[in-house]
């Protein structure tokens, strides 16, 4: 009997030993030693380093939640039974490094700052089982990594539908569980003014909410005709900032202009070349409610009524712009520029005296006025702008930072003329596009597997070689039109986004999908431990 257990145990721990943990992204280098370690409530976490208590927070948050006990956080080492959190500078300058050592009596992270040290958690608890336990088993290994990119970002539109803070928080713990390092926050839209702004109180009272919304796809097939919105305090949004700070995480606020300005121009019509006139829509949307002055649009798509390129509107911008750099500490402020129509700047007589006055050319040099009078604001603030590719159109702004989404030409244009770029090319990160070729709940259209997002490289062939270091990294879009709900955000994005985490962080040639299909076993385990949505069919070779 003693003989045979002798043998069983020998078997689990030979069994421990040579799985290769599911990983991903996936480690620079991994290496399995012998033995394995557990974890359990007597084990200590001990820390030393400035920085290193947000990991060692995020690590007993995480084993709270999921495994039902926290452990003992202690400044002073401990000989065993211990998980230490530490720094120690590395070579190189690659913000995020990281090594992990499981021995059999503890664990060790040093990170080469304390963001390395929170990545080096991540792995950690990828280590875990995925059932909830009391003693938890992790394999000995060692690992050194470090992210192959430094912008890792994930964006999220509140416009079209919004989400309340718990699910901000989550999708922001879903970031830095891949880890990612950016969310960028969609935060107005035609739809929906979500940010409060002290100065400009009817941007929440009126903009943040409109009086139905299409039922399907747009035009739509008629309308709930239900009030419909919301936004975030500036409260609300301190909170927000401070979870992702305390994850590594910055967050980019995106305030849309010119165009996709419906909800301001609801609440100050001033702000529209035409304020007098009555908002817009196909005659296919069937509207609800008022529809006489300006409203908050009811269904998707483009709108011609965009800001004007007043004194007052700049006014306007600045404004709302001081309280939102208040607010938010990052570098970049997002300023869109995309999808502006200038059908309503060719019949305004203010707008075509402007492009006479200032010797432009046409409505798209008046657009790049535009965006370089609001790029001059926020750069005499210590900030820089990011646009979307359209902002290239009438010529760039000299600092302008451009998140290439129709395809990778703007990005490879931008970076050509020494610009920073962040790829995020519709063909391959738009997490808002069907995933099955046959499509199970609506969507915007498209057609982006899985195994399509693996293989995207953010650097363009098409780039030379002394331009790429232009291209900071890459982020994945949602924009919410058809997600009414956040379990619906997580079928889109999972397991789109995890695919993407391997892309950004490791290295190029460490990249090979049947491998991830491997690890990808584990990884849907996780997601359901973390009791989140995803798409479970994203192999099925029906739907290919
Ligand atoms: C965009 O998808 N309109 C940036």
Request: net charge neutral; glycine share 8%; hydrophobic share 35%.
């Amino acid at each position: 009997m003693k003989q045979r257990l002798f043998a069983f145990a020998f078997l689990v721990s030979f069994y421990l030993q040579a799985q290769e943990p599911a990983i991903i992204p996936k480690p620079s280098r991994l290496e399995m030693l012998d033995g394995n370690f557990s974890i359990t409530p007597a084990t200590q976490i001990v820390t030393a380093g400035a920085g290193v208590e947000k990991a060692a927070m995020f690590l007993n948050d995480y084993l709270q939640k999921f495994y039902g006990f926290r452990l003992n956080v202690s400044k002073t080492a401990a000989a065993k039974n211990s998980i230490a959190l530490t720094l120690a500078k590395k070579a190189g300058d690659v913000d995020g490094a990281y090594h992990l050592l499981v021995t059999r009596t503890g664990v060790q992270i040093t990170g080469d700052n304390a963001t390395g040290t929170f990545y080096g958690v991540q792995s950690l608890l990828q280590l875990l089982p995925v059932e909830k336990k009391r003693e938890l088993i992790i394999p000995a290994l060692e690992i050194d990594d470090q992210p192959r990119f430094a912008y890792r970002g994930m964006h999220l539109d509140v416009g079209r539908h919004f989400y309340p803070v718990d699910f901000v928080k989550k999708f922001i713990d879903y970031i830095a569980l891949h880890k990612m390092n950016t969310f960028h926050w969609h935060l107005t839209e035609d739809q929906g003014w979500r940010i409060e702004i002290k100065k400009y109180p009817k941007l929440t009272q009126v903009g943040a909410y409109r009086n139905g919304t299409i039922i399907g796809h747009h035009p739509g097939t008629g309308n709930d005709q239900t009030k419909y919105g919301g936004y975030y305090t500036q409260e609300q949004v301190k909170e927000i900032v401070k979870y992702a700070s305390d994850r590594f995480i910055t967050v980019i606020p995106e305030i849309e202009m010119p165009g996709h300005a419906s909800a301001a121009i609801a609440a100050y019509p001033e702000l529209s070349a035409f304020p007098d006139e009555a908002t817009k829509h196909p005659a296919k949307v069937t509207w609800f409610g008022d529809s006489t002055g300006k409203q908050v649009q009811q269904g998707w798509g483009i709108y011609p009524d965009v800001f004007a390129p007043t004194e007052y509107t700049f006014k306007f911008l600045e404004n709302v712009l001081d309280e939102v750099i208040q607010l938010f500490p990052s570098t970049y402020i997002h300023i869109g520029g995309d999808e502006c129509p200038k059908e309503n700047w060719k019949r305004s007589a203010f707008c075509q005296q402007l492009i006479k006055e200032k010797g432009l050319k046409d409505e798209h040099d008046l657009q790049s006025y535009f965006i370089q009078r609001i790029e001059k604001y926020l750069n005499g603030k210590g900030r820089q702008i990011i646009g979307w590719d359209e902002i290239l159109e009438g010529g760039l702004a000299p600092n302008a930072t451009v998140m290439s989404w129709r395809g990778e030409k703007g990005g490879i244009e931008a970076a050509r003329q020494k610009h920073n770029v962040i790829m995020t090319p519709n063909s391959y990160v738009y997490f808002d596009y069907g995933q099955n070729k046959k499509e199970d709940s609506l969507v915007i259209g498209g057609y982006l597997t899985v195994q399509k997002v693996y293989g995207y490289e953010p650097v363009p062939a098409a780039l030379p070689a002394e331009n790429t270091k232009y291209i900071l990294g890459a982020q994945a879009n949602v924009w919410s039109e058809y997600m009414k709900t956040p379990s619906k955000v997580e079928y889109m994005i999972f397991p789109r986004m995890t695919a993407l985490s391997e892309v950004l962080w490791s290295r190029k040639e460490s990249r090979n999908w049947p491998d991830f299909e491997k690890r990808m076993e584990q990884q849907t385990k996780r997601y359901a431990l973390w009791n989140t949505s995803y798409n479970s069919k994203y192999l099925d070779p029906l739907n290919k």
